[in-house]
């Protein structure tokens, strides 16, 4: 896209299969696609994904629904998952699963004998990324940062990853296509999903169940699920579905993000020294209290927009228009596919100066972020899982700074894949040596 974007200039027209879209890179028509999106914005559905709940007949979770049953939903739990109300109560969820992981890596460095651990950590932050994320939605721990691993978890996490394998090259074809289909790929993929939701109905009924005893204290705060549950706004299928996405999309998401911020704080050991400032100085203020030192840690925050932009976890945001719009001098009618390229615009020198350099620095200047830090997307159809995603990711790094130096062999160039989700091309190895 970003060849094509230089090519075609600022807006160009593309089809892929059957399907076809207009592509934008500039933040200004960003701004003027979101703000028509309307009440109940629609982004490109992915077809496999479709196409395996019709198969399987199973309900469709926010990610997948459209129109009022979206937003209904989509309400209900904006209040659970997203309202500053609750996601205060995520922190200690959160720093705990934090507090394990560097736990667990000084055991690894006590077991190397070398006073550091070297390793390729994606499946160490797979194994964090799901049991931060069951935390928060459960209420409970599943035990994945001590030495045994439980093999179902294990599956889960490497279904996750066989599914947004198995989608890519399935992604342009008509679902009724699909349907007929019983190709390699499409059959891996119905096994990965089948293993995700098997999983996940486990991990709900559980919670279930434990309600339904009364096994929980009433006042202390159970989770996602159990708030919902409680609640009893929304009907089974439908917190079922919704959850078991958001389960599934805890995953890959924040550990790959995690991976590219440390191989870039290691590459940047001067930006990597003004966090560790940064948290050291608010840990004093706030005396260890972790909602406070949130509150006072910009750079910090600014570091994770800045490995996004550079690293997306999505490589477009889409959006159906809902009237015409006119973008640059051209007239885009109702119904079409516009598509924002997320991972273009994080590398256009018109919008990043000097955007080969990791600046987390750039996000604290005044007016710098007008429709520039879109990578959890925008509006009411952002990413439900933003605010987990962020505070994970926050308290993972506080921990890790605070704990260990960052640091990886200088010569290495790793390069993006796209994966349906947009994924380092070769592993990276960091070292986490004690401070
Ligand atoms: C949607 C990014 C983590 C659950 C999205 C979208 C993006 C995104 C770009 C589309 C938004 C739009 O169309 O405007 C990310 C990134 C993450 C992350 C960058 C972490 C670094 C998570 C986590 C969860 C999650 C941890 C689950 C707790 C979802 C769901 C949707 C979504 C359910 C669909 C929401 C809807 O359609 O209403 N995410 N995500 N994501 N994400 Fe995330
Ligand atoms: C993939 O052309 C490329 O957050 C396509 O947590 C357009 C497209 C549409 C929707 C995007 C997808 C891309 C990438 C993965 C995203 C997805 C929407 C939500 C999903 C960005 C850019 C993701 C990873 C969710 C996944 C939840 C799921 C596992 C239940």
Not at 35 to 43: A, N, Q, T, Y
Not at 288 to 301: E, I, N
Request: glycine share 6%; net charge positive; hydrophobic share 40%.
């Amino acid at each position: 896209m970003a060849r094509k974007f230089q090519r075609f200039g600022p807006i160009y027209r593309e089809k892929l299969g059957v399907y076809e879209s207009i592509n934008i890179i500039s933040p200004r028509d960003a701004a003027t696609l979101f703000r028509s999106e309307g009440m109940m914005p629609e982004r490109f559905s992915v077809p496999p994904w479709v196409a395996y709940r019709d198969y399987r007949n199973k309900p469709y979770g926010v990610l997948l629904k459209t129109g009022e049953a979206w937003r209904s939903d989509r309400l209900t739990l904006n209040k659970e998952v997203l309202s500053p109300r609750v996601v205060e109560g995520f922190v200690p969820l959160l720093s705990q699963v934090g507090e394990d992981f560097v736990r667990r890596a000084r055991a690894q460095v006590q077991k190397s004998g070398r006073e550091r651990w070297t390793a390729d950590f994606s499946h160490e932050l797979f194994r964090f990324a799901l049991e931060s994320v069951c935390h928060v939605l459960y209420g409970e721990r599943l035990g994945l940062l001590q030495d045994f691993v439980d093999p179902e978890a294990q599956r889960f996490i490497d279904a996750v990853t066989l599914m947004f394998h198995t989608t890519s090259p399935m992604l342009y074809l008509p679902p009724a296509l699909l349907r007929g289909l019983n190709a390699r790929t499409w059959r891996d993929h119905v096994h990965a999903w089948d293993a995700i939701f098997t999983q996940a109905d486990k991990c709900i009924q559980n919670v279930y169940r434990d309600l339904r005893l009364q096994r929980k204290g009433s006042r202390e705060y159970g989770g996602i699920l159990s708030s919902l549950l409680l609640q009893d706004k929304l009907p089974l299928d439908d917190i079922k579905a919704s959850v078991t996405e958001m389960m599934a999309g805890g995953v890959d998401t924040t550990s790959v993000t995690l991976q590219w911020a440390m191989f870039e704080l290691a590459r940047s050991p001067g930006t990597q020294e003004q966090l560790r400032a940064e948290v050291l100085a608010a840990k004093n203020q706030a005396a260890g209290d972790r909602v406070k030192m949130l509150k006072s840690t910009p750079l910090l925050k600014a570091a994770i927009k800045e490995t996004l932009r550079l690293h997306p976890v999505a490589v477009t945001l889409q959006r159906y228009t809902v009237q015409e719009v006119v973008l640059q001098d051209y007239r885009i009618p109702p119904k079409t596919l516009v598509q924002v390229g997320l991972y273009a615009m994080g590398r256009d020198p018109e919008v990043f100066p000097k955007p080969e350099q990791f600046s987390p620095e750039r996000w604290l200047l005044p007016g710098s972020k007008h429709f520039k830090g879109l990578s959890f997307g925008f509006g009411p159809r952002q990413c439900l899982g933003r605010r987990i995603a962020e505070l994970e990711m926050q308290l993972f790094l506080m921990h890790i700074l605070e704990n260990f130096k960052i640091e990886t062999k200088r010569a290495v160039e790793v390069g993006t894949k796209f994966d349906l989700i947009l994924l380092p091309d070769k592993p990276i190895y960091l070292t986490l040596r004690p401070l």
